[in-house]
């Protein structure tokens, strides 16, 4: 008798542990499901646990009228508006609602022009309507942007400045021009247009 329970107790280990391999299999499965779905929840594809690092925009601002610029040069005792006393820069109501700041090239600018013998003659500034930092740029690295406009007046036809649309073409380019050497050199350009002072053409 204790053959036959032993016979048959044999058949119910077997489909039991068909039963075991089975339940273990999705256990397993779902155990991987999960780790994936922990994983791609971590990775941030899913929901919303993981946030982005947000770099601060530590570019030149636009500054109102009015407005103070935190990197304008200080003024030193004694120099400023009349007494002795801080100058502040008298705006007008109108136009543009920011503050505008000009730079003047020190020195003229003089090139040959495209497929010419006619000589150019320049004296150029540029304005921007951002923080001082791009008047700083300006100074710092005016012998490369003197270069730059140097190479856009060289690659300049005669036939392009002799009428105003010409000319407003040249100022656009020089303006793209600075504008690539400071995003090079401090990663943003900022200048809005440039300015002829004299123009000249021998």
């Known amino acids: 008798m204790s053959d036959k329970k032993d016979k048959d107790a044999k058949p119910k280990k077997k489909g039991g542990g068909k039963m075991v391999m089975i339940l273990g299999g999705a256990v397993a499965m779902l155990a991987i499901g999960g780790g994936g779905a922990y994983g791609l929840v971590a990775a941030g594809v899913i929901g919303g646990g993981h946030k982005e690092e947000v770099k601060e925009d530590n570019r030149p601002k636009l500054i109102k009228k009015g407005e103070e610029d935190p990197y304008a040069p200080k003024a030193k005792e004694g120099e400023g508006g009349e007494g002795g006393g801080e100058g502040k820069e008298m705006e007008g109501e109108g136009g543009s609602e920011y503050r505008t700041l000009y730079y003047s090239f020190a020195d003229d600018f003089t090139s ?51 009428n105003s649309q010409g000319k407003d073409r040249l100022q656009k380019r020089m303006t793209a021009a600075i504008n690539k050497v400071l995003t090079q050199t401090e990663g943003f350009g900022g200048i809005d247009a440039v300015y002829f002072k004299s123009f000249i053409v021998q």
Request: charged content about 30%; proline content about 2%; overall charge negative.
């Open 112 to 162: 040959n022009l495209k497929d010419s013998d006619a000589l150019v003659q320049l004296s150029v500034a540029c304005s921007t309507r951002r923080d001082y930092r791009v008047m700083a740029w300006l100074k710092k690295h005016e012998l490369a942007i003197r270069s730059a406009l140097l190479d856009v007046l060289a690659e300049t036809p005669e036939a392009d400045i002799q």
